[in-house]
């Protein structure tokens, strides 16, 4: 079998060494995923399994492989090879190696919780990573190049939920639904008045008033069509309640009422809950 004389990722263009994209976005998958807590055979594995080519048809990855590419300096620019990883990522993996021997990661039940997709990128609207940055420090980070590399870390998403949950207890009506608020808008009103004078005339007809309710009925429908249960809307402010007085949102909260946790630009953080409302910590 032949060996590769150039690091997977890069190859040779018009004399000069040059970025392989399609092998380098599996670089960086690799340290992604091995920052997120995978280990180097499960990566490995996956790799295999879906026929990723490491060289000539060789698509048979071990751990030994994925563990010299994350510890290659090649890939941060090292003996004049093109950047494919930026530095943070690749101290943190070799860190992260160094310090727990490759074994996996495992958080807690809450932390896990919002790494299960909940941690999500304003600007881009993808999932954000927690990775761990000078041994202990964490990070919440989008690597999805929109550039949202804010230090965000667990206290700062943990404290804005607190916040979103204090509004939400002092003012519920910021969690329910607009669709809620529809039944009492000028529209709806005008046409059911249209209707109660129509019916009450003496001589009602019967063209313009099919008219008038059936386009009644057509804006009812869209508020049924669009709008949650009470009970629903209850069941998440008797939650937020409990949160408040725990001090600290649980797993239950976060799984069953959360959609999204959201991080913006400027580190703010903001919930778009299971019934599609979106609180923001902010304090307007």
Avoid at 83 to 110: H, M, P, T, W
Avoid at 269 to 283: M, P, Q
């Amino acid at each position: 079998m032949a060996n590769r004389m150039i690091c997977f990722g890069y190859g040779i263009r018009d004399g000069k060494l040059s970025v392989i994209e399609n092998e380098a976005e599996t670089v960086r998958r690799i340290f992604r995923e091995y920052i997120d807590g995978k280990i180097l055979k499960e990566i490995a594995d996956e790799l295999s399994q879906e026929g990723v080519d490491f060289f000539m048809g060789d698509t048979n990855w071990n751990k030994n492989r994925i563990a010299r590419i994350i510890e290659n300096e090649k890939y941060i620019g090292a003996d004049e090879y093109p950047q494919i990883i930026n530095d943070d990522e690749f101290v943190c993996a070799k860190q992260l190696k160094e310090s727990k021997g490759a074994k996996k990661r495992r958080f807690d039940e809450i932390t896990e919780s919002l790494r299960a997709n909940r941690v999500i990128c304003e600007q881009c609207g993808k999932q954000m990573s927690r990775i761990y940055k000078w041994k202990r420090r964490e990070k919440w980070v989008c690597r999805n190049g929109c550039k949202n590399d804010l230090y965000v870390s667990d206290d700062v998403v943990f404290n804005g939920i607190n916040k979103i949950v204090g509004k939400i207890c002092e003012n519920p009506d910021v969690v329910k639904p607009i669709a809620e608020r529809k039944d009492n808008n000028l529209e709806i009103r005008r046409y059911a008045n249209e209707i109660n004078r129509l019916l009450g005339s003496k001589n009602p007809t019967f063209g313009a008033g099919k008219k008038l309710i059936f386009h009644l009925a057509e804006l009812k429908f869209e508020i049924f069509n669009e709008k949650t249960p009470d009970i629903y809307n209850d069941l998440l402010i008797e939650k937020c309640k409990t949160v408040l007085e725990q001090g600290k949102a649980d797993k239950e909260f976060l799984e069953k009422f959360c959609k999204q946790v959201i991080v913006g630009k400027t580190g703010d953080i903001a919930i778009r809950f299971i019934n599609g409302v979106k609180v923001s910590a902010k304090g307007e």
